[in-house]
């Protein structure tokens, strides 16, 4: 089973500020990571899939950069809500797995 | 519009048993794998295993193999999730999402919270 490693575990931005989160997986999933975030009392949203393609709707501040083992989601610009959980998972695998998570909050 | 709803909230006893649902619509149901996923309180995210409603294809993580039964009802566009014997350990929010192919999660239900408990 590939372990997806996420780093950091909590991350305190002010709002308007860059936000990058890293995502490591175990061995190589070539370009299949997917990133969701969640927000408190909601089911998770897909932001990332493919690594770098944005799903629909989701606005151009997200970006998703990596392939092989190392992964970023980078926020450029933080709005209020923004501040959530952001999981990766990665797909090239059996089973899926996710990492544990980054929860990112207001510093 | 994709819409997956899931069933209400249960709160069960230990060795009890459960079938919780999850109803698409809005797509071809048969045509998409749908998955389960776990969030136990204050945890994160775990995949448990995933059906493609067509032909009822099966796939489990090795971690929940043995432990739950998915299933599906192509005719009313249904997947299930269930369990014979409850533990407390099951207490836990779960999530059914639709795949894109054998990819990522793509849509995801608004969850259904078990709480098992004496």
Known sequence: ?107 | EVQLVQSGAEVKKPGESLKISCKGSGYSFTSYWIGWVRQMPGKGLEWMGIIYPGDSDTRYSPSFQGQVTISADKSISTAYLQWSSLKASDTAMYYCARLFYLGYFQHWGQGTLVTVSS
């Open chain 1, 1 to 107: 089973e590939i372990v997806m490693t996420q780093s950091p575990a909590t991350l305190s931005v002010s709002p308007g500020e860059r936000a990058t989160l890293s995502c490591r997986a175990s061995q190589s999933v070539s370009s299949n990571l997917a990133w969701y975030q969640q927000k408190p009392g909601q089911a998770p949203r897909l932001l990332i899939y493919g690594a770098s393609t944005r799903a629909t709707g989701i606005p151009a501040r997200f970006s998703g950069s990596g392939s092989g083992t190392e992964f970023t989601l980078t926020i450029s610009s933080l709005q209020s809500e923004d501040f959530a959980v952001y999981y990766c998972q990665q797909y090239n695998n059996w089973p899926q797995t996710f990492g544990q998570g980054t929860k990112l909050e207001i510093k």
